[in-house]
């Protein structure tokens, strides 16, 4: 307060007059100027407090006071906030599901971008008519601004048509076209604004849309960079390849006997301790140990599975290999196709009958009794699956814990050891590969060099190698499908391996990868097969369709560029309440 308004209040004139029109005696004047005096000077002091006391300038109480996103001046308030938010959000969905999307912050991401690009609009004089606005709105293409980098996905994940537009019917009951007052209705009941402040909303994001596509218009492509693009886009390469699997090399040369994991787990005590705190929930007592075949059956949720008389074809031969003696775990590693389970030999781990497994697999698992017995061809949504009961683990705590410390001891070792020899086998084949030796021939000779130092006592070449040409889980010669510079010719890649990048910068058929390419359970060997360059035939009958489709692209890279350009500039200007996006209030109601 200005404290010349303060003097004013002391120095005004002792002049009052009471309720007959009389003057009052000077005493009376006096006693009543004290009790003003005194009132005033109360005020006063709780006017400097209220508008001085500390965080006073944090703004509190009505809704409209705060900001949830503030850019160079202009504020977007909670309500503007919550009627962008209520027009992205399909009906049903779960709260639960729009917080591990990470929804809230998406949409103040857009609301920065929005002020952004209709702040730059007013460089450019662009504006939007009211004709425009009321078009829109007429076809109910309602717009809300999605951060240009994650539009397209979040689009998708919130079943809009296309990204940041959400389409709504304004249509009367007659069918007859757009109701005004169905317009009305539903904008209220969405968004809780009135139709004047919509349409202001509505403005800016048609005037934000016009900026979008004003930058991605500037995307130019010429003939030779399409054609560049279209040749990089649809070669194709195909390879050969020997798979060596952790699974297989564990059941033919891994030793894992009580005594031999034991002894092992003496040595690596410290080791074993750590994986046992991380694993330790997963082996309750009463718990059982499992591995299982998958083979997928077609259905309309899983249209890659196989016809049933397929897939019971596919089943058979699992079980008939199983009881020919093989190694279900390698068997699982071959041919299951649980991606999840096959690179671990088809382990389930160790679970309890609780009702976390579909009911007729879990039923066919507790109906076995003892360690190796097998149920056959248990039929769930997913497919066909072959159990194989392992064990099961003390219902005393104290033992159970003993069985499962053995059983992560034995995993452990096994990967351990499984992996050297595995490493070293496809290292000596990967070498001969490349010194000359045709793929086939290497891998063979690396074999049988592993199974005379495994098995020392079979010392004929001859016999050695029928022993490993008979198993048919043995590491064999494949051939992947033809694939692009895009492609997942392996789907079970290491994530940091890009199979499709190591296959391209092959340059003549036979030429062998200088290295291994990691797997998720082991290592595979590759050779250029074939490789084929698209043809300006070919790019001459899908040109422009293909140059459109590029230049889309190039205008989004341009669009993004044009963006961060814009958020950098306005960095210093550009406030984000953090408290509101962690733990926001919930959305205004029923009144503006």
């Not at 100027?33 to 001085?52: C, L, P, T």
């Not at 960079?225 to 649809?234: G, P, T």
């Not at 699956?385 to 064990?391: K, N, P, S, T, V």
């Not at 198993?471 to 694939?483: I, S, Y």
Request: glycine share 6%; with cysteine.
């Amino acid at each position: 307060m200005d404290p010349s308004h303060f003097a004013w209040y002391v120095a005004a004139p002792a002049d009052f007059v009471n309720g007959s029109g009389s003057k009052m005696s000077i005493a009376g004047q006096k006693g009543v100027m004290s009790i003003v005096y005194g009132a005033i000077v109360v005020a006063i002091i709780m006017v400097f407090v209220i508008q001085f006391r500390p965080n006073a300038s944090q703004q509190t109480g009505s809704i409209k006071q705060q900001c949830v996103v503030t850019v160079r001046g202009r504020c977007i308030d909670p309500k503007e906030f919550w009627a962008s938010y209520s027009l992205l959000v399909p009906r049903g969905v779960d709260e639960s599901q729009l917080k591990k999307m990470g929804l809230r912050r998406h949409v103040m991401e857009g609301l920065v971008e929005r002020v952004l690009l209709t702040q730059d609009a007013e460089r450019l004089k662009l504006a939007i008519s009211e004709e425009e606005i009321n078009a829109e709105i007429t076809k109910g293409r309602l717009r809300i601004s999605l951060p240009q980098e994650h539009a397209v996905i979040l689009s998708m994940n919130l079943n809009m048509m296309e990204p940041g537009v959400r389409l709504y019917s304004f249509e009367a009951q007659n069918g007859k076209g757009f109701d005004y007052k169905t317009y009305q209705r539903v904008i209220k009941q969405t968004t809780n604004r009135s139709e004047k402040e919509f349409k202001a909303m509505q403005r800016e994001e048609l005037i934000a849309e016009r900026m979008r596509d004003l930058v991605r218009s500037r995307a130019r492509v010429t003939d030779a960079e399409a054609f560049d693009a279209f040749v990089r886009e649809r070669s194709t390469a195909t390879l050969d390849y020997f798979r060596f699997r952790r699974a297989w090399f564990v059941a033919h040369y891994i030793d894992a006997s009580p005594k031999v994991v034991e002894e092992w787990a003496a040595g690596h005590k410290e080791d074993l301790d750590k994986s046992w705190e991380s694993y330790k929930k997963e082996f309750p007592p009463g718990c059982r140990t499992a591995r299982h075949i998958l083979v997928k059956l077609q259905s309309d949720t899983q249209p890659d599975g196989h016809p049933r008389a397929e897939a019971e074809e596919l089943a058979a031969k699992a079980l008939q290999r199983i009881k020919g003696g093989e190694d279900f775990a390698a068997v699982a590693a071959d041919l299951s196709e649980d991606e999840g389970s096959a690179p671990r030999g088809g382990s389930l781990g160790c679970f309890l009958q609780e009702g976390k497994l579909v009911k007729s697999f879990e039923d066919a698992a507790f109906a076995l009794k003892n360690p190796g017995d097998l149920a056959e061809k248990v039929e769930t949504q997913f497919g066909l699956h072959i159990i194989q009961l392992e064990g099961i683990l003390s219902t005393d705590p104290a033992k159970a814990e003993a069985e499962g410390r053995q059983l992560i001891a034995a995993e452990v070792m096994k990967a351990m050891k499984a992996d050297e020899l595995m490493a070293a086998t496809a290292k000596e084949a990967l070498s001969a590969a490349q010194g000359g030796k045709t793929l086939a021939q290497a891998v063979d000779e690396a074999l049988i060099a592993l199974e005379q130092k495994v098995r020392p006592k079979a010392k004929d070449d001859d016999k050695a190698k029928l022993a490993a040409a008979s198993d048919k889980a043995r590491p064999k010669l494949e051939t992947t499908e033809p694939f692009g510079p895009e492609g997942r010719p392996f789907p079970d890649a290491a994530r940091d391996t890009n199979v499709a990048s190591i296959a391209f910068k092959l340059e003549k058929p036979g030429q062998v990868a200088s290295d291994l390419v990691k797997l998720m359970d082991g290592y595979a060997i590759v050779q250029l097969k074939e490789k084929k360059a698209a043809t300006r035939e070919q790019f001459d009958q899908d040109r422009d369709a293909f140059v459109e489709r590029l230049r889309r692209r190039k205008g989004d890279d341009m669009l993004a560029a044009y963006i961060a350009r814009l958020r950098n500039q306005a960095r210093t200007e550009t406030l984000i309440n953090e408290g509101f996006a962690k733990d926001p209030q919930k959305a205004p109601e029923g009144e503006d």
